[in-house]
């Protein structure tokens, strides 16, 4: 049921001094009074609401906390429904007990992410401003933070009604001109539809090109270090972490679990990987299992960055030659060749690297040469030069993106077709395209959509 009562722990269980208990739905203000008994004696609807209420919380047994309540009425309220928060002490025990007491009056515990599900159905919120709710609670950075921050404020919100708005007009003039050839209407001469819709593309491209950013700032970027054994993996793995978590020997091999942490770079996040060095064969069963788990994470999708390492104080051999062999089939990331060990004396043949994988960068974990160069070079390759402003609409999640993608083909689909002079059929797939840009904030999209985006939040958001 829609509006029936629901109620959860919105911080996190057991920690803090304080917990908060939020309830929402039809008849909560009235049913929250039957635990909790404001010290005035008067009763909590007696308030106005908004009015923070200090009292007890009692069950049918006894007194269990003092409380600050303070109740939301429709639709002034996160959820749009009536809501009563309740701010009670943040043990493990005497916020489960309030819980308790709230449940007993017929409410039923949350969903995960049923407050903001109910947001987004009440209207509160457009699907992109909850999905970056969504990105600001697991934002791994601080500039994730501004960004999503931004974008639950609505400006992506903003930019698409702008895009979708322009096309719809354009579709109705399409139509106007087909129902009524012999108006003088002025708008849909071919030059300028082709000129209008032009615009569209471009404005569509713009958006689509701020995902790579978008989505490397909130989410951060999945980065994987490998190469043979002994190449350094595990010493650059600690300098870019700035912390010694890896063990490093000069004993090839001796990396074989993958290690996992993160590195700030200029404000985005590496979500680092160090793994074992690949060589041909090994004697040894759980190097060569850590060989294996290697090769998985450098090949899943999930992965954006591959730091491929070749040390500088050794000739080019066959562990390499398989290892560039194997980078060349990679298209979907972007892998960056890492000279190592730059403070000894150079045997590798640089070039030879270079001609398969493209430019990469030098450097020695024992002075930190070149970790700067690095740096930079990640940024540049994924943010740009500089990072953009909060403000500025982004893509950050692959549904976003793919809607958009799928909304710019047709655009582009329907350009075509205006230039070989079918208007109708212009008009029905601008009609299609228009349904694709308006997904991105959900209107029309399917149940199971929705209920995935909302899956993803915790109980009591
Ligand atoms: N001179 C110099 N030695 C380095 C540098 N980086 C790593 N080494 C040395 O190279 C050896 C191997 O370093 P690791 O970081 O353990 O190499 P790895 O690639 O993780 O090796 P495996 O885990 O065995 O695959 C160690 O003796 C390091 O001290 C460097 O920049 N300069
Ligand atoms: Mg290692």
């Not at 490397?216 to 300098?239: D, E, M, Q, R, Y």
């Not at 294996?292 to 080019?316: G, H, K, M, Q, Y």
């Amino acid at each position: 049921m829609l509006n029936d009562m629901i109620a959860a722990i919105s911080t996190p269980i057991g920690k803090g001094g304080v917990a908060l208990i939020r309830v929402s739905g039809n008849g909560c203000h009235t049913a929250v009074e039957k635990i909790f008994f404001p010290i005035s004696k008067k009763r909590l609807t007696d308030y106005s609401p908004r009015f923070a209420v200090y009292g007890e919380i009692r069950d049918a047994r006894s007194l269990i906390d003092t409380a600050i309540v303070t109740r939301f009425s429709s639709p002034h309220s996160f959820t749009g429904e009536d809501m009563v928060e309740i701010s009670c002490h943040g043990g493990y025990v005497v916020s489960s007990m309030v819980l308790e007491a709230v449940l007993s009056l017929g409410i039923r515990m949350a969903e995960a992410g049923e407050f903001t599900r109910r947001a987004f159905i009440n209207d509160k919120l457009s699907l992109t401003e909850a999905e970056a709710i969504g990105d600001v609670l697991s934002a791994v950075s601080r500039e994730g933070v501004r960004l999503s921050s931004s974008q639950a404020s609505g400006v992506l919100s903003a930019r698409m009604k702008e895009i979708t708005d322009k096309l719809t007009s354009l579709i109705s003039s399409i139509y106007a001109y087909i129902d009524y050839p012999d108006e003088d209407l002025e708008d849909v001469d071919d030059e300028t539809l082709g000129i209008t819709l032009d615009g569209l593309i471009g404005e569509c491209e713009t958006l689509l090109s701020t995902y790579r950013a978008g989505n490397a700032i909130t989410h951060g970027i999945p980065t994987v270090i490998v190469g043979k054994p002994n190449v350094g993996k595990s010493s650059l793995f600690n300098s870019l972490i700035r912390e010694d978590r890896a063990i490093v020997t000069d004993i090839p091999g001796t990396t074989r679990d993958m290690l996992e942490y993160t590195a700030d770079v200029k404000g985005v996040t590496l979500r680092l990987t160090d793994t074992a060095g690949l060589r041909e064969s090994t004697e040894d069963a759980i190097e060569e299992m850590g060989m294996n788990i290697a090769r998985a994470r450098l090949f899943s999708p999930e992965t954006s960055l591959v730091l491929a390492l070749f040390d500088l104080s050794r000739e080019l051999d066959g562990d390499d030659e398989r290892l560039i062999e194997a980078l060349e089939g990679v298209t979907d990331k972007t892998v960056i060749p890492v000279y190592t060990k730059c403070d000894l004396e150079t045997r590798l043949d640089v070039d030879a690297v270079e001609g398969a994988l493209g430019k990469g960068v030098t450097v020695s974990s024992r002075d930190g040469q070149g970790l700067e160069a690095l740096e930079e070079r990640i940024f540049s390759a994924f943010i740009g030069e500089e990072l953009p402003q909060p403000e500025s609409p982004m893509l950050t999640g692959v549904r976003q993106r793919s809607v958009v993608e799928r909304g710019l083909d047709g655009l582009r689909q329907a350009k075509a077709e205006l230039e070989t002079g079918f208007k109708d059929m212009t008009g029905m797939t601008l009609e299609s395209a228009l349904a694709s840009l308006l997904e991105v904030d959900a209107r029309g999209v399917g149940e199971h959509i929705v209920d995935e985006i909302f899956s993803k939040f915790c109980v009591g958001k």
